[in-house]
Every structure is written in C-alpha cells, then in structure tokens.
C-alpha cells in the first residue's frame, strides 16, 4: 500500500507541474495555432496523465482526459483548427482534471466531483463539424533534419507498454481515437519493417492529403522485446501499465547519449519542503553561534581564535548562501497561471489585451514566492478590468485596439522589484479625491491639500474603490488595502505611478528572503532594537553643539536640515512611549526609506551591524503594531525587529492629528510667530509669503504651458491652472529651466500657480517689516536668516494672473490675517 501511495504522491506532484505547463501551452496554441511544438507538448502531457490515471484505476480523471486528447487527435492531425471553442474546452478541461487532483490529493479518491459537463462540451466540439481544415502541424524550426523526426515528435513523450494489450477494464481504450499515436517500442522482436506500421492509429487512413507524407517518413520501429517481465505482469493483471518506453524519435539514440541523458535527468531531485525548512532553520542556528564566536574573537587577544572565527566565518556563510539557494525558485512560477487568468478575464471584461514578462527567472524564497502569488493576481486582474480600455475606446484614443500588460521582475539593492504596467487609461487624482470624499474616507479639506502621488495612495484604504459598479471581478472595495497589508507583512513595500492617459505602474518590492537578513543594532533608552537595513539610506550623526540646534520644527514636527532638504524626524522613544533624560538626547539619525516616505529615525546609539535570524512573534507583541519579529543578537541579548513602515504610518497619522487639531496653545503661538516659505526668483533676489495660505508647491514640465489669451496657464488635475512668473512681475530674470517650480494658491474652486526659481526655506519667525517699497508686486522687507527679503504682495501677485480669483467665495478664507502679517491693506 505504501507503494501505491507513493506512486500516487508522485503522479500528483507531477501532474500538478504539468497542467501549470498546460494552462500556458494552450493560451499560446491558441495565438500560434500551427506550431507543433506547442501541440505535442500538449498532447503528451493529456496522454500521460490519461495513462496513469488508468492504471491508478481514476477512472473519471481517465475519461476526461481521454475525450479530450480525442480532440487534440484532430488538431495534431489537421481536421480541426485551433479556434476559441476548442481553447474554451480544453482548458475547462484542464479546470477539471485540476479538481479531482486536489480531491484526490485531499481524500485519495476522485470524490463527487462531476465530470459530466466537461466531457459533454468537449464532445460536443469534436463532434461538430470542424472549419476548413488546415494541415497537420508542420515544425516550426528550418532545420532540414526536423522534417525526418517529424512523425516521431508528434508522439506522446511516454507510452506504456500494455497500450497494445486490451484492458478489461477501461474497453474505450481500444477506439480508434484512443490508439498510440506512433509506433512504440513494444512491437513483437520477430516482427518485421514493415508490420511496424501496424502500431499507428487508425485514424491515420482518414487523414488528409497532405499530410500523408508525414506518414511516409516514419522510421521502422526497432525490434525490441515486447514482454518484458514488468509488461508480462501488468498484462496478467489486466491493468495499464506504468511502464515508460523511449520515443521513438529516440529509439536508434547510441548508448552513450542515452546515458547523458540519463545523468542529466538525475541532477535534479524532488525534495521535501519541510526538510528544507528545516535545515534552513539549523542553518539559523549556526549563524547565531557563528556570530557569537565572532564577537569573543574580537574581544580576546589569541590569535589561533581569531583565525578559526573567520574560517568558521567563511564556511557557515557559505553553507548559509547554498541553503538559501535551495529555497529559491524563479518567480515565473508564479507568473505562469497569469497568461491563462489574462485571457480568460479579457474575454470576460470585453478587452483584447497582450501580455509580456519580462524577468521571469528572477529567483525569490519559495515562501514569499507562495505570499506574492495572491496580490500579483489581484493587480493583474485589476489591470485587465480597471486599466486597459475596451478597443472601440483606445481605437477613439489613437491607441492599439490590443493593450499591452507587462510584468517585470528584476533584483534591486538586496531586493526583488516586481512592476505591473499597463498602458490603459491611468488613474485620475481627481476621481480618486471624489471618491474618497463620497465615501467619507477623507474631508473636502484634506483632499484639496493633498498632491496627485497622495491622492493616489487612498486607493489603499480599506474600501476605496473607483468602480462605477459592482461586478463578480471588482468594485467591493476589497483589494489594494489587503494587496498592500500582505505584501508589507513580508517585509515589502507597495507603491503606484499613473498618468492620466497613458496608464499605471504597480510596483512591488519584496526581500529576497525573510530568515535571514542583515540589519542594524540600535540602542534607545538602554534597550536594544534590530533595523532591518535593507531600509537604512544612511546614518547622520549628531555631536552635542548640533542635537539641539540642528533640529528645526515645521508645524510643531520635527525636521532636520540635510544637504539643503528638510528630513521629517521621527523619534523612536517617542514611538515607544518612553521617557530619555534631557543628558541623553538622541545622537544618531538613521534615515530611512518606507514606501515613498523618506524619514530620520532618532535613536541613542548604532551599535553594530550583523545577520540575525528572525523568529515570529507572539500574538500579544504582534499586536503593538512595530515589531516584525524577534532575534537573538551576537552577545546573547534578545532584540525586537522594528517595522519601519508601521513606524511610518503611526507617525503620519500623528503629524495629521497634530496638525488637524491646532488647539488654543497653538493658535495663541502662531500669533507671535509665524511660518513663511522663502523662494528665490531669479538674480539673486528672495521674496517672502505667509505659509499659511500656500495650498501646495508642484513642479511641472516647461513644455507643457500653454497660452491662453496671451496669458500662460498648464492642465492641472482636470482644470486650467493661470500662472504668474514673479520674475517678470518684479522686473528680474531666473535662469532657463526644463522644470517649473510653482507655489499654488486655491480659493473655492480657483487656483493659481506663482512661478518661482526654488525653495529656499521655511521660516518660523516674528516677521517684522523693516520698510515700506512703493512696488507693485511687493509691500515691504525684512530680515529673515541674516538676509534681507523682500515681502510678497500676493493679492496683487494672483490678480496679474487671475483678475477674477476673489471673485469666487471660498467658505473660509485663507487669506484671513494676511494683510496683518506683511503690514499691506489690499
């Protein structure tokens, strides 16, 4: 019984790796419908799994596949075309035969599953009468020598010897449609040439002219022994076979390439998952002790230890790289269902879409592989029905009727980027504004704030949807937040790029591996904590002069001035909840990159830098929300993971609650001193305007301003946005740009861009005006920075490029306060 579990076990395993080959063979038949290498691969693969389900006595896995190679018989031999019914219901056969394998794999039998209407619609297509016949498939290569094998190809890559016994039990087994497809190497010893024919199916005198001469180029079938003693068994007990025997094609191969091939096929063996894993964990274990080791070496003045801590070194990373390896698998493992979900959703959706992969072989640990495969489905499905555009649409669009979805798959810095890009109709910031506002997921306020790439991040909240409606492939609001929390769960990262148009690019960065990963060790208020580095950008250090003034305050939010860019800072004590004492301020920024967020972690100190072994946490720990996992460092002390985008988030989320909640406090602050945004426009000269009212700053290509009734004005998120260069307007010039810097100002449903040459910076100071300019454009100047800067008149700045702009109400004027700031009546 053991055996015949085993043979079972190994049919299942295997089969399962062949209809994933399947799916892909058939979706490709149906694009190149005469290549014969993709027909005999699929034909090979249905006989095979026929002939073994039969002599495993699967007798409904047998009848599937046998009306279904009946089916393929035509197509190989030229009595039917490759159209979309027979793809239909051949791959409603392969949906099938993937049913009782799971139901076999579950129960050991075939169970309930009902094979009635699968073979009921393939029959019904074999019968009706078939298009104009085409000829059999030809080879597709140029080599004169395919054309002498090419009888030889066509047949199945294993046949069984008792397939010319009748069996007892499956008598359907003995119909012409049923018979070997080319001679095997079961004829009698003493049979001569020409009776070797007398093997071929019999379909062969119904087939057309021209495919006769295919026929013509067998090969006489060599003599070999019909009754081995396996055959002779197998016989007497009526059962088929399992018996491989050589193809044809390779019946006359000498010994010694037999033997090649023989060694080439048992360089690969079939290992189980769980002894990998368990290994990878011993290796885990190493690496600890390894790393232990390394720290005493280091410690200790004995030369002999050093040495065999650096042998020891290079063996155990050597042994931990090749166990690694084992893990591995091509992400084309994944990638393979999609060509099959692609065309089956396109035909659904009403789309004619092409699909390219490019990366396939880009390897992944199997169990990211196996946490990947679901979001990479959704974003694929999401593509086909949200993406791409029906073809009469695009065809109006001035694009392909076809649309083009790609995969691609690359390693990027100690990471694996997977990008899904189509070229379909993108998605609107606007749209997604109005959604979120319907829905109640954000305010009118907070939309209006926001630039186009954070709008696009709601599409990630929990049942955010831009759907018109509801169907059985979209529109519930359940997908990107479940896409984004699995794939961060493996330590990932998820993003989105669109332009309106032109279309979207979902891009996916997953570590290669999630045992063992190299991070910092960090110290915070005498505790100690890993940071996976793969997140670390680089480490700023702070001595004592600049820990107090090196750090700035932007809305209450502390930012740190780097190479002239303002660094959100986040404190990691204070994430923690724990109290430092004003002696031990945080001396080492950490900046790091989540997401599209770039942020400096404020830790006490960075100890060291090693590979640690990630064990998973308790659910109590897992609930804080920080911590990815737990380790054990070099010196023995645990250390918790932190999770650097549930940092990210926490600390957004408290910036806005901070922000949103101004307070008494606040207020009664900013009355005292204010916050302006200093811009240079050109020559030298800076100007000055209240922070306050500045909806947000974008940059936009120089190509894409317009005129407009002599005016200049870009397309902005669906409207047309006037533009006011202050260079000109104050009688000065900036230097030529690719890029335009604007600061843009909304009032109700008006906006206007001021065009500047940079930002300088954001001043949080008593502004006081220090004297009176008789400018227009211009109501004064101050000192800010040490440097004299001059007071933007903005009213008058905005009515040179929109006269009618206060002409709109706005329900809270944001201008309210201005003229008390720069000392101007308008």
């Known amino acids: 019984m053991e055996e015949i579990d085993e043979i079972v076990h190994e049919f299942l395993v295997e089969s399962h790796e062949n209809l994933d080959q399947l799916d892909r063979d058939l979706v490709a038949l149906e694009e190149t419908p005469g290549s014969r290498e993709l027909l005999s691969s699929v034909f090979r693969t249905i006989h095979t799994i026929k002939g073994t389900s039969g002599f495993l006595a699967f007798n409904r896995l047998e009848r599937v596949a046998h009306v279904g190679e009946n089916l393929l018989v035509d197509l190989r031999d030229g009595r039917r075309s490759m159209d979309q019914p027979t793809t239909d219901v051949l791959l409603l056969m392969v949906d099938t035969v993937r049913d009782l394998l799971r139901e076999i794999e579950r129960t050991g039998g075939e169970g309930d599953v009902d094979v009635e209407p699968a073979v009921a619609a393939i029959t019904r297509v074999h019968d009706e009468p078939a298009g104009a016949p085409v000829a059999a498939a030809r080879p597709t290569s140029s080599d004169p020598s395919s054309s002498d094998s090419a009888s030889s190809d066509s047949a199945p890559s294993e046949t069984t010897a008792a397939e010319t016994i009748p069996s007892e039990t499956t008598p359907a ?258 749209v997604v504004a109005a959604k979120a506002v319907a829905k109640g997921l954000r305010t009118a306020e907070q939309v209006a704030a926001m630039s186009a790439n954070e709008l696009l991040q709601l599409l990630f909240l929990p049942g955010f949807s831009t759907a018109e409606k509801v169907t059985n492939v979209s529109g519930r609001g359940v997908g990107m937040d479940v896409v984004r929390t699995r794939i961060e769960a493996i330590g990932g990262t998820v993003d989105v790029e669109s332009a309106v148009g032109a279309g979207t690019v979902w891009r996916l960065r997953i570590p290669l591996t999630l045992a063992i990963m190299p ?7 005498g505790d100690l904590y890993a940071l996976p580095q793969v997140h670390v950008v680089e480490l700023v250090a702070l001595d004592a002069q600049r820990s107090d003034s090196g750090i700035e305050y932007v809305h209450a939010a502390p930012v740190y001035r780097l190479r002239g860019e303002l660094l959100p800072l986040v404190s990691l004590a204070g994430v923690l909840g724990v109290e430092v004492p004003q002696d031990e301020q945080p001396a080492v920024i950490a900046v790091v990159q989540a997401d599209q967020q770039r942020f400096g972690l404020l830790v006490d100190r960075v100890l060291t830098t090693e590979e640690i072994v990630v064990t998973p946490l308790a659910a109590r720990l897992k609930a804080i929300g920080i911590y990815s996992g737990a380790t054990v460092l070099g010196d023995g002390r645990v250390a918790l993971i932190l999770d650097v985008q549930a940092i990210a988030r926490r600390a957004i989320s408290r910036d806005s609650e901070l922000s949103a909640r101004g307070g008494e406090e606040t207020t009664a602050a900013r009355a005292e001193v204010e916050q302006v945004l200093v811009a240079g426009i050109g020559g030298g000269r800076r100007v000055a305007m209240p922070l306050a009212s500045v909806a947000r700053l974008e940059h936009v290509r120089a190509e894409q301003v317009e005129l407009v009734g002599g005016r200049e004005v870009v397309q902005y998120r669906g409207t047309i946005l006037p533009l006011a260069r202050l260079d000109r307007l104050l009688g000065t010039y900036a230097r030529e740009s690719d890029e335009l810097l604007l600061v843009v100002y909304t009032r109700g449903s008006r906006s206007v861009g001021l065009v500047v040459e940079e930002i300088i910076d954001i001043v949080e ?55 008390e700031l720069v000392g101007a009546t308008r």
């Open 519 to 525: 991070s910092l060790s960090v110290e915070c208020a």
């Open 173 to 430: 087994e003995t119909t012409p449609a049923d018979a070997v497809p080319a001679p095997t190497g079961a004829a009698p010893a003493e049979q001569d040439e020409p009776d070797a024919a007398d093997d071929a199916p019999a379909e062969q005198d119904d087939t057309p002219e021209e495919a006769a001469p295919v026929d013509e180029q067998v090969p006489p079938a060599p003599t070999t022994p019909a009754t081995t003693p396996a055959a002779a068994r197998t016989a007497e007990n009526g059962r088929t076979g399992l018996i491989p025997t050589p193809r044809s094609s390779e019946a006359g191969v000498p010994g010694d390439e037999i033997g090649t091939q023989r060694n080439a096929a048992d360089s690969s063996i079939r290992v189980d998952v769980e002894l990998l894993d368990q290994l990878m964990r011993q290796v885990g274990e190493l690496v600890l002790t390894r790393n232990r080791i390394s720290r005493l070496a280091s410690s200790a003045q004995d030369v002999d230890l050093a040495r065999s801590a650096q042998q020891l070194n290079l063996i155990a990373s050597e042994l931990q790289e090749g166990v690694m390896r084992t893990r591995m698998q091509p992400i084309e493992h994944v990638w393979s269902k999609m060509p099959r979900v692609v065309r089956d959703l396109a035909a659904m959706c009403g789309r004619e879409v092409r699909l390219e992969m490019v990366g396939g072989d880009t390897e992944l640990d199997r169990s990211l592989l196996e946490a990947v495969k679901d979001p990479l489905t959704h974003l694929v499905r999401n593509a086909v029905d949200h993406g791409i555009e029906p073809p009469e649409v695009r065809t109006a669009a001035g694009k392909p009727a076809q649309g083009l979805l790609e995969l691609r798959a690359s390693h990027a810095g100690g990471q694996v980027s997977v990008e899904v890009r189509d070229d379909g109709q993108g998605i609107d910031p606007d």
């Open 765 to 819: 100071d008593e502004v006081t005006k220090h004297s009176s300019i008789d400018d227009n454009g211009l109501t004064g100047s101050t000192v800010l920075g040490e440097k004299v800067t001059e007071l933007l008149d903005v009213r008058s700045a905005i009515l040179a490029a929109d006269r009618e702009f206060y002409d709109d109400p706005a329900p809270d004027d944001v201008f309210a306060g201005l003229d």
